[in-house]
């Protein structure tokens, strides 16, 4: 009786181990063989391809992480909240983001009589750029040139048919035309083409702005004809093809050339003495009539001013960083903020526990913002004296010197504010361009003393 | 009673064959000895491996030398412990992608520095003759980036 007892234990008991031996010998098998498989070649590419889905059966791990761009994540000061609104025939969209201008009405004041202050929310993901800038507030208030196409689509294919195969003929023909007539040349967000060559999958630039932004700066430093495609190392290219769009400009002259204003420099205050130079005004501000401007987010020049772009660590480092898909490393094609992603993107230089990395980044954007928001206070109040000043008889030197002293105290403080890190980027920078601000602000409050 | 021995050493012959087959397979040897190529046997260690070749310490200290501490017992539990959890969380594949060392292993690396540097450390100002303290400032000697 005993005995077959015995057996049947023994036999349950090694089918057991065989069964766990042999899973575990499957699963060394797998890994092994994870290390092989390293690229698809599924369809040709060709340079007359942006549909990304193409590109996707090539680059299934890039693809799937490019469509994830979708997810609406907030951080404490960034990302983006998905919020509910009822779709109009004018508006389709039944999610947006949340409005910046409700969270602080000071930014109204700032943008009086400006498009930004009728409509500005928080950017969400690369997936919605062209869907969000189509059907912004914004675009009912002016009419805007389709230089916007410029980054808010894939534009280089479209750029190429509009100018017969040349790329910068194609952009001056788009930036002169209105955006709803431009609007149905495109089809696509930001693409795969946009940023590699479709040949071998290199980096490159195909924005004009940039191509030409990068010559004229590089040529005030005496490199002359600087070329970034020839010229740019790979390291530079994980900045530059980000640069290409996440920069400060403006557009020029009549023909509404999209331009980066860098020949001065790519500091705020260098940026600020090429407007003064040219004279160039986005705006009359409605309440105090000051010749404005609006910087739009420099993250490409801020971050040249930060410890990381001295360190040589790019924007796809931290944005885009390296992730394990079985053996391979797959850069990361969901394009978000580094809080959410710690341990890829800063635990590979940073050996600290991942609240303790967040802790140090919350100090240095909890201390940005706090200044923000003193000089934000400040310019507040400056409007509210330069409008008095107008009725009240103050003096026209008075009032012009306040006027341009609000320009200027705006144009800093909105280059603080616009920039997409709350000051991570080049904390000390982010401080003194503040600092500036203020003391523009102080001189155009003084001015007003003397009536 | 011998009809069930046999039985019992079939079933334990089938999963010694298994299992011999599998540690073979898997390089499971390699592991015993200092070689440090057995450490990059999974590719999870591939950038670590790489980084080391191109450390200062390359031709003088392998892998064993800085994370696994002195005294034959000492080291091949370490080794034990090591193996049994990496290849654990491997097999699972539940774990971050660019890996943190415990506290433990973060420790025995730490004491390992003085194996070879007492000498030197013991005679210099404050700081350089603490066990364990070298990290905090010489923490990518060993796989600078």
């Not at chain 1, 060394?28 to 889905?53: C, G, H, M, P, Y």
């Not at chain 1, 557009?251 to 040219?278: H, M, V």
């Not at chain 2, 730490?110 to 013991?122: F, Q």
Request: proline share 5%; net charge neutral.
């Amino acid at each position: 009786m005993k005995s077959p007892r015995l057996i049947f234990m023994t036999a349950a008991v090694a089918a057991l181990a065989a069964a766990g031996v042999t899973a575990l010998l499957v699963n060394i098998f797998e890994r092994k063989q994870e290390a092989r498989e390293t690229s698809f070649r599924v369809v040709e590419l060709n340079d007359e391809i942006d549909d990304a889905a193409v590109w996707g059966k090539n680059f299934p791990f890039q693809y799937d992480s490019y469509l994830r761009t979708v997810d609406q994540t907030r951080t404490r000061y960034g990302g983006s909240e998905a919020i509910q609104r009822t779709p109009t025939g004018a508006d389709p969209r039944s999610i947006v983001a949340q409005s910046r201008l409700e969270e602080d009405p000071r930014l109204k004041t700032m943008w009086n009589g400006y498009a930004f202050a009728v409509d500005f929310r928080e950017e969400r993901g690369h997936a919605y750029m062209l869907e969000d800038q189509t059907f912004t507030e914004r675009q009912n208030v002016v009419t805007q040139p389709g230089t916007c196409m410029h980054c808010h689509a894939s534009v280089y294919l479209p750029y190429k048919r509009l100018g017969r195969g040349d790329l910068i003929a194609g952009f001056e023909a788009m930036n002169k035309m209105p955006y709803k007539e431009a609007r149905p040349l495109v089809e696509h967000p930001v693409t795969c083409i946009d940023c590699h060559d479709p040949s071998n999958m290199k980096l490159r630039v195909t924005r004009p702005g940039f191509i030409e932004g990068m010559r004229e700066y590089k040529a005030a430093q005496g490199v002359p004809n600087y070329d970034v495609n020839a010229s740019a190392t790979h390291q530079e290219m994980r900045s530059f093809v980000c640069g290409q769009c996440h920069v400060e400009y403006y557009f020029k002259g009549s023909e509404k050339r999209l331009t980066y204003p860098w020949t001065k420099g790519l500091k705020a205050d260098e940026i600020l003495s090429y407007y003064e130079e040219n004279g160039f005004k986005d705006w009359t501000h409605a309440d105090t009539g000051a010749p404005a401007l609006k910087a739009q987010h420099p993250e490409f020049e801020m971050w040249n001013q930060g410890i990381h772009a001295k360190s040589g660590v790019t924007c796809a480092d931290c944005h885009m960083p390296y992730v394990r898909q079985g053996a391979m490393k797959v850069t990361d094609h969901h394009v978000r903020s580094p809080l959410l992603n710690i341990n890829n993107s800063c635990q590979v230089c940073h050996n600290w526990p991942e609240q303790e990395l967040l802790d140090r980044v919350h100090t240095i954007q909890d201390r940005t913002y706090k200044m923000r928001n003193t000089a934000m206070d400040a310019l507040v109040e400056l409007i509210g004296d330069l409008k008095l000043a107008r009725s009240n008889g103050t003096s026209v030197t008075a009032v012009t010197a306040a006027q341009a002293s609000q320009r200027r105290a705006q144009f800093l403080l909105d280059f603080i504010e616009a920039e997409n890190s709350m000051g991570f980027h080049a904390p000390q920078e982010a401080m003194r361009i503040l600092g500036l601000s203020i003391e523009h602000t102080r001189q155009g409050q003084r001015a007003l003393l003397v009536r | 009673m011998t009809k069930w021995l046999v039985v019992v050493a079939v079933f334990a012959g089938l999963v010694m064959g298994i299992g011999g087959y599998t540690f073979i397979y898997a390089k499971g040897a390699s592991y015993l000895t200092n070689d440090p190529a057995a450490c990059a046997n999974c590719h999870v260690m591939n950038d670590y491996y790489v980084k080391w070749q191109r450390s200062s310490h390359r031709s003088v200290a392998v892998c064993n030398d800085c994370h696994t501490p002195t005294g034959f017992l000492q080291k091949y539990m370490t080794k034990a412990s090591n193996g049994f959890w990496h290849s654990f969380y491997f097999t699972t594949g539940n774990f971050p992608d660019n890996i943190q060392i415990t506290p433990g292993n973060r420790t025995v690396a730490a004491d390992a520095c003085l194996k070879c540097h007492e000498p030197l450390t013991r005679s210099m100002s404050p700081g350089h003759d603490t066990p364990g303290s070298c990290l905090k400032c010489h923490g990518k000697i060993g796989h600078p980036q």
